[in-house]
RNA sequence: GGGCGCUUAGCUCAGUUGGUUAGAGCGUCUGGUUUACACCCAGAAGGUCCGCGGUUCGAGCCCGCGAGCGCCCACCA
């Protein structure tokens, strides 16, 4: 059966990523004895489709996977999706509102879970899809979805368990709060954006105070200046204007004496900072803020106004009054919220926290003895930096999607219950309980993720097997929302870290080197290209970018490139199949020629760089290897000397270990052709095994041998291109060396005597041969230029080698290997040398 | 205010512990209808490795200073 001239890969694909999943294949069988390699998925967003970011990842985890899985480990890619708790709301609120339900309104809390599981079951199935689509080899037995009964049963466990444990609590504090999502998030849900804005100066009677938000003064309780500050010694109250109150001044080292009047207004209740001064001195606490984002009813006249009116409202009467001293512009650090930008209201509720500072410290030490190996290592900086300053975690959400928080409450004694089974009534007073209406951040679950995905807290084999994970590919815009947490979560609750490494990868950006967004709309779809260019291409491309530590800049040239790629070795298979049939390797054996102990030399030393390289997540040298070996190697000059002896015995199960070392980059391409070369239908190429470096097989003289051929070629060709002589014509020459002449002149076209080759003419001198070719008089004026420029250059290396050589230092200091080969170096510039001279002047002007 | 990273060919980027002549892909130029592939073949040109200083026999690589760019963290009104 022939193949198609042109690599057609959605001919194909599709059919491969189908029967990846039907035929169960990479379902993970544990096995006594055997090593085990376990991973768990970032989980993407339930909502989510695939971008860009999550095929880069998926590639790069599965690269990983399908080399362990050939490698013989029992292999486990555990995949699944996260419910996404804030996303997902507003999704389906979103949904809800095109009909015009409001759901917070509308409908019950029971009512609208129902329709975020019945969204899920629709649309939730986006990601599952497409990820098959991609070849990603994982195990979907073990699929898994943070809401799930097994996952929802580990989340109360770890939360009673952390209450237990003195490391969880709830209190008043200041949180962030976003209006707009209508819900407490936590630091890290927070981005600060440099922001311009003003400094207002406002006189409080005797004192000037400088704000950036002087809506907030309707709640200030004190001014504050620095204790050592003299310049306000005595003065006790100021009137507040606006209102009829009178304000303390307190002394506090908040108040900086540098800046502006030296006097701070405090507003206890929406600013962390005066929050903190208002604990100090008892201070009592106004808010005028609701968790709309609107003014208050302690806010006087301004009530109902939303606060940026209000601020708007409030300067303009301060101006009416005189008491605006000074306007001055001002840029500040503005906290929004991540999800929808809306600027964040410091807020006191009552909220659950996480006490971190004790399970950071596990997670420093972790890192520190490499019971957690980041790569790349720079990172760590990063992580400790980060967990050496680590808040306490803000973990309840006023949301209804979610895992719903397990305390309750007694109104009738004031009892809270926090439970692993739910209460059906009060212990103290058998009163009516109140669950807790909160529901947890979604990291929270995530946190759990590589042991609640394997069963726990039930002690199930697969946690047996699979945990501690052996690695995680992640990105680094999730290590303190994900890594840090799993890290701290899982030393808590296993005793032993999630995951033996982790590997941060780049991040996609486009030919602009911009980060992809939907907002800068220049997001490439991977699904898109993946049809123009084939999956494997497009694995190709973003494997051949990811160097380690830096992004990947995707631009179609690459693409293109990698495409080209496939084409080729497609139309190498075709080629093989019409020479060397379809004869299942290795039936007859074959008399192993140069080229065979060659080709198999270089494929071992393909095969040992390609180990080491996926090995140490050097993605990028993986896939220029293989490149490389199949293009150059394989194609230019192995199948061409085949043509020539026209002996195609050995050389299919070449091609077969080539494909072998290829599929984890590119898994539809070489299944597909795997299987034309004759494999059983049942059968996978990703079962195989994967090529090892064999000692046996290196072949230095081999290497050597077909080394000179490939350079006395090249160095014929040259002469014959630079001077301009026609490829197809005849010619002649004279060679230092014993060669196979007759291969020689099938491949460059020039019958070689050999000989004592005259110093003239259009010679090529090297250090391993000299070599002479028969010109056409009148054709040597090109070759002259060349001489003259080689000439230069040996000049200068000449004069550079005897300037280190003639260093007394230098032959003092610097090792024997290095004075050696560089004598051996000069004494082959100088015979080079000696030869252009000759050629130059054995050249007559006329000739 | 701290921390991290980047600057190498026209473009996008590699360059593992310092060691002879710094690489790849794409692009450019020259020449090719050799019966696998023009998504191809053969050949070529192209680099002050951001600047300055230092360590060293020797620096793209190590150290210091500087410039430009990018990112992360941070409660100074």
């Known amino acids: 059966m022939e193949l198609d001239k042109v690599y057609e890969p959605r001919r194909f694909e599709p059919r491969w990523a189908q029967w990846w999943v039907e035929s169960g294949i990479y379902t993970a069988k544990w096995v006594p004895g055997k090593p085990v390699f376990s991973l768990v998925i970032p989980p993407p967003n339930v909502t989510g489709s695939l971008h860009m970011g999550h095929m880069l990842e998926h590639t790069a985890i599965d690269v990983t996977i399908r080399w362990h899985r050939m490698r013989g480990d029992v292999t486990l890619w555990l995949p699944g999706t996260d419910h996404a708790g804030i996303a997902t709301e507003m999704i389906v609120a979103r949904q809800l509102a095109a009909k015009g339900i409001q759901y917070r309104r509308d409908l019950t809390r029971e009512e609208f879970e129902a329709k975020v599981w019945e969204w899920k079951a629709e649309s939730g199935g986006t990601i599952k899809r497409q990820m098959i689509q991609i070849g990603a080899s994982c195990d979907w037995s073990r699929e898994r979805f943070t809401m799930d009964p097994v996952l929802s049963r580990a989340v109360r466990e770890v939360f009673v368990s952390l209450h237990e444990r003195g490391l969880l609590y709830r209190g008043e504090y200041m949180v962030n709060w976003c209006p707009s999502c209508n819900t407490a998030i936590s630091d890290l849900e927070t981005v600060h ?21 002087p809506e907030t003064m309707l709640g200030d309780t004190a001014v504050a200046v620095n204790p050592n500050d003299d310049r306000y010694d005595g003065l006790t109250f100021v009137p507040l204007p606006l209102s009829d109150r009178k304000i303390p001044v307190v002394r506090d080292e908040i108040a900086n004496v540098e800046f502006g009047t030296g006097v701070v207004k405090i507003t206890p209740a929406h600013d962390p900072n005066d929050f903190e001064v ?4 008892n201070l009592p606490l106004i808010q005028v803020i609701g968790q709309d984002g609107k003014i208050t009813a302690a806010g006087g006249k301004y009530v109902g106004l939303d606060r940026y009116e209000a601020r708007k409202q409030i300067v303009e009467d301060l101006q009416a009054l005189g008491l605006i001293e000074k306007i001055d512009d001002h840029t500040l650090s503005i906290g929004k919220c991540q999800r929808c930008r809306t600027v964040v209201e410091p807020l006191v509720s009552k909220q659950w926290f996480v006490r971190t500072k004790p399970l950071a410290a596990k997670a420093i030490a972790a890192v520190d003895e490499k019971r957690i190996d980041i790569k790349p290592e720079n990172w760590i900086k990063t992580w400790n930096e980060w967990m050496l300053n680590i808040r306490d975690w803000c973990v309840s959400r006023q949301l209804w999607w979610g895992h719903r928080i397990p305390a309750w409450y007694c109104d009738a004694c004031n009892e809270v219950v926090i439970a692993r089974e739910d209460p059906a009534e009060c212990p103290k007073c058998k009163g009516a309980l109140r669950q807790d209406s909160d529901v947890l951040d979604t990291w929270f679950s995530s946190g759990l993720w590589p042991f609640s995905t394997l069963g ?68 490439i779809d991977p699904l898109v290209v993946n049809d123009q260019y084939g999956t494997d291409a497009v694995r190709m491309a ?3 970018g990811a160097a380690p530590g830096t992004d990947i800049v995707f631009t179609p040239d690459r693409l293109e490139s990698a495409r080209n790629f496939a084409n080729k070795i497609w139309n190498a298979a075709r080629f093989l199949l019409m020479k060397a049939g379809q004869e299942a390797p290795a039936q007859t054996a074959q008399a192993i020629t140069l080229e065979d102990r060659w080709i198999q030399s270089r494929i071992n030393e393909c095969a040992r ?27 230019d000059w192995y199948i061409e000397l085949k043509k020539i002896s026209n002996d195609w015995g050995n050389i299919i199960p070449v091609f077969e270990t080539a494909l072998r070392l290829l599929h984890p980059v590119m898994p539809f391409l070489t299944e597909e052709l795997w299987h034309r070369l004759g494999a059983a239908e049942t059968d ?13 097989l290196a072949d230095t003289g081999a290497e050597r041998e077909i080394k000179l051929l490939r350079d006395i070629v090249t160095a014929a060709r040259n002469l014959r291109a630079e001077l301009g002589i026609d490829p197809k014509l005849p010619l002649t020459g004279t060679i230092s060396r014993d060669v196979d002449a007759a291969l020689i002149e099938r491949l460059c076209g020039v019958a070689f005597a050999k000989g004592e080759v005259p110093k003239s003419g259009a010679v090529r001198s090297t250090p391993d041969f000299d070599l002479w070719i028969d010109v056409p008089a009148g054709q040597m004026e090109l070759q002259r230029k060349r001489l003259e420029k080689e000439k230069d250059q040996l000049i200068k290396n000449i004069a550079s080698s005897k300037r280190q050589l003639g260093d007394e230092i230098f032959l003092s200091k610097a090792p024997a290997k290095i004075l050696d080969s560089m004598r051996a170096k000069l004494a082959d510039y100088e015979t080079q040398l000696a030869n252009v001279d000759q050629a130059l002047t054995g050249q007559s002007p006329g000739q």
């Open 684 to 696: 996978s190429i990703s079962l195989q095994p994967y090529p090892q470096f064999d000692p046996a």
């Open 542 to 544: 973003l494997v051949s």
């Open 609 to 635: 760089e390609m180990n080491l390289a996926i090995d140490q997540f050097r993605y990028h040298e993986a896939a220029q290897t293989i490149r490389h070996f199949i293009w150059d190697d394989f194609c």
């Open 193 to 213: 954006e440099e922001t311009a804005g003003h400094l207002w100066h406002i006189r409080y009677g005797d004192v000037v105070v400088a704000t950036t938000r």
């Open 456 to 523: 726990w807290p039930e002690q199930t084999d697969d946690l047996k097997h699979f945990y501690p994970t052996s690695l995680l590919i992640t990105g680094f815009d999730i290590i303190f929302f994900w890594v840090a947490r799993m890290s701290m979560l899982g030393i808590e609750f296993m005793g032993e870290v999630p995951f033996h490494k982790v590997y941060i990868h780049g991040l996609v950006r486009d030919a602009d080197k911009q980060k992809m967004s939907k907002t800068k709309g220049n997001v």
């Open 278 to 281: 208002g604990k100090r001195h």
